[in-house]
């Protein structure tokens, strides 16, 4: 039997890569999954390539505008029947001109508002409802420039990604011992040909992260990819 059946999960940026490589892994579980993304044709796209399943619903959603966050879970839990179990934060974005001579203040609030806005709110929209019922996965995508800030990344991007990791450890410490797990997952290195539906260690970890929450200890705060492990606060 699936393990996450009867579970209900929302995918942000479910569009492409890791989101729709983790949405198939979800799926493959039994879990009725919601793929958000500001594009529904490449939302389209996606649900085709994986067989148009009857648990599987699309959802066009710009998590940058906290307003159509509210309607985005509200939309999911009416369509897949019940509240959100499990939140893969993935929506994500950066930009051509990263350096920091190039970087405008429009440049810098748009990439702030689609990573790290976009994640809080998602959080704040979600998490009350797994406090109160006591149980909930909520996974970050990261970055390793979530760790470890240089050029590649850019200045905003590597903001985003540290403020993200330090968005789900300090909830994660506050919630603890409230039934509501946060992990952050650091993908080491992806590409759009490994994302492609295909075999990709981070989904796989996602989807084990997921299925073997009854296993992860109460006070489990974050659980990285880079070790498959938990990372844990007294």
């Given at each position: 039997m699936a393990k996450l059946t009867g579970k209900i999960a929302l995918v942000t940026g479910g569009g492409s890569g890791i989101g729709a490589a983790s949405a198939q892994a979800l799926l493959q579980e039994g879990a009725k999954v919601a793929i958000a993304g500001r594009d529904l044709k490449k939302l389209d796209e996606v649900a085709k390539a994986l067989g148009n399943p009857a648990n599987l619903i699309t959802v066009q959603a710009d998590v940058s505008d906290q307003k159509q966050v509210v309607t985005l879970v509200a939309t999911v839990a009416k369509k897949l029947g019940g509240a959100i179990d499990i939140l893969v934060n993935?929506?994500?974005?950066?930009?051509?001109q990263r350096?920091?001579?190039?970087?405008?203040p429009e440049g810098w609030d748009k990439l702030i508002r689609t990573n790290l806005d976009g994640a809080f709110y998602c959080i704040h929209a979600v998490a009350p409802a797994m406090i109160e019922r006591k149980d909930g996965v909520i996974i970050n995508i990261v970055?390793?420039?979530?760790?470890?800030?240089?050029?590649?990344g850019g200045v905003a991007y590597s903001a985003s990604k540290f403020g993200m990791a330090a968005l789900g450890l300090c909830v994660g410490a506050e919630e603890k011992d409230n039934g509501c797990a946060f992990a952050?997952?650091?993908p080491v290195k992806w590409t759009r040909r490994s994302c492609n539906f295909g075999p990709m260690r981070l989904p796989r970890s996602i989807g084990n992260a997921c299925c073997s929450r009854q296993t992860w200890p109460r006070r489990c705060v974050s659980w990285r990819r880079s070790r498959s492990t938990c990372r844990f606060r007294s």
């Open positions: 993935n929506a994500g974005t950066n930009l051509k350096a920091f001579r190039e970087i405008t970055s390793t420039s979530g760790k470890r800030a240089g050029p590649l952050i997952s650091f």
